[in-house]
């Protein structure tokens, strides 16, 4: 007679299970059970199920089944990578109703600012939309729902979405209107708010708040791509990889729109981006424009150059005192504008790592939405540094007791670098100011500036590199 034994609470619970993970049309199966002893075995296997990637001659045919009230996940970072082709097939399908993932919303005659045109996008939920200005009137009208995410929070819900975990807590956006709740999703015809964003839930880590945030996934994710094999895998080109990556992962239906596509073998195995299992159909871009938002040619060296204005000496001052904070092998995110500028001074005898893109998040000068830079500013360990003009037209003041715009991080920052003075920040003591510019006395400051301060009693020139 064979002998059995029995098996322990925990042995029965992973050796008797049997479970199905379905993702993208993957079947993974484990089973186990209680066998003779002493030979006691179990098996698992995973497969998937037979699904090729399907191409397509003609981009519409490749998204014409795309109902009205979908949410798309389109990939593309301003107006690079975008999949232009896809994007102008939904104008000739007519697809409405649309809620539209993606980091912009175009440009308003480019990218999905054509779907804004024709108001067949009901939703965006995005990052940055400041260059579309048809984007700002449809949504201060009441016309469009607008949901804001800082940039890294926006990546890491699609991100999240594909690798299927539900939620994630970050500390990007603690004391914001994204935990706090409140910000303007939809506006009444009258300019009251219809639909507000509600109040994210916060947990502490190690002592520190995090909020957290919900995966994003989708009904079809529009895709460009580089190049595609013939099995389906893909490869992106440089920086248009951006979004497009996590997106592939991250919805119901994948339609991948390439420049190229090439025979199997091409692509060793570890150059492939996204392989074919998450990879639905393939359509082959006719034309491609590959707009640049904001050309800039540079100058001929024959070219006399203009002489500098005033408001160009002061903001000239500001850049030549923020470049003395670079350090030798410092890391160093530059905001646009004056910060990015900063670059240009940087001493010839360190080195400097720079990371120009800061994740803005804002609609432009007629909407008051979240400022820059959110994911950045919430980071552990990072310096924070503000360079602005002291004073707003008409000299009011920009340094306040209180902040009266929606916050972009809470008690982040640790420096303030103006055209008249610096100052220190502390969280708790507040606002010191450590160095001046020539002619000026701590008095001139305080009429210009909208709270105290405390003076150090090292106070100093303003330096300028």
Known sequence: MASFRILSKSEQFHRNISSVRRQKGVLSMQYGKCVPHPRVCGCCFSTSCPRDARFFTDPTEAVKDIP??????????GLC?????????????????ITAVSNNAGVDNFGLGLLLRTKQIKRMISSYVGE????????????LEVELTPQGTLAERVRAGGAGVPAFFTPTGYGTLIQEGGSPIKYNTDGSVAIASKKREVREFNGIHYVMERAITGDFALIKAWKADRAGNIVFRKTARNFNQPMCKA???????????????????????????????????????????????????????KPKRKADLLRERIIRR??????DGMYANL??????????????????????????????????????????????????VVTMEH??????????????????????????????????????????????WEGLTPDDIRACTGTDFAVSPNLRPMQQI
């Open 322 to 327: 923020a470049a003395l904070e670079f350090q």
């Open 81 to 97: 990578g975008i999949p232009e082709n896809l994007i102008g097939s939904l104008l000739k399908t007519g697809v409405k109703g």
């Open 391 to 436: 004073s707003a037209k008409g000299d009011k003041h920009k340094i306040l007791e209180s902040c009266t715009l929606p916050l972009t991080g809470k008690q982040c920052v640790d420096r303030i670098i103006t055209e008249k003075a610096v100052f220190d920040v502390d969280k708790a003591s507040g606002l010191t100011l450590i160095e001046i």
């Open 335 to 384: 905001g646009i504008g004056i910060p990015m500028l900063a670059s240009n001074f940087i001493n010839s005898d360190i080195t400097v790592h720079l990371q120009s893109e800061n994740g803005l998040l804002g609609l432009g000068k007629m909407v008051k939405g979240m400022g820059g830079a959110m994911d950045l500013v919430a980071s552990a360990g990072t310096k924070v």
């Open 68 to 77: 009205d009230g979908s949410t798309l996940l389109v990939g593309g970072f």
């Open 132 to 143: 579309n200005a048809e984007f700002e009137r449809q949504y201060l009208s009441g016309e």
């Open 251 to 305: 919805a119901k239906v994948t339609v991948v729109e390439v420049e190229e596509i090439v025979d199997v073998g091409t692509f060793a195995p570890e150059d492939i981006h996204v392989p074919s299992i998450y990879v639905d159909r393939i359509v082959k871009g006719a034309v491609y424009e590959k707009r640049i938002e904001k050309r800039t040619v540079q100058k001929g060296s024959m070219e006399t150059p």
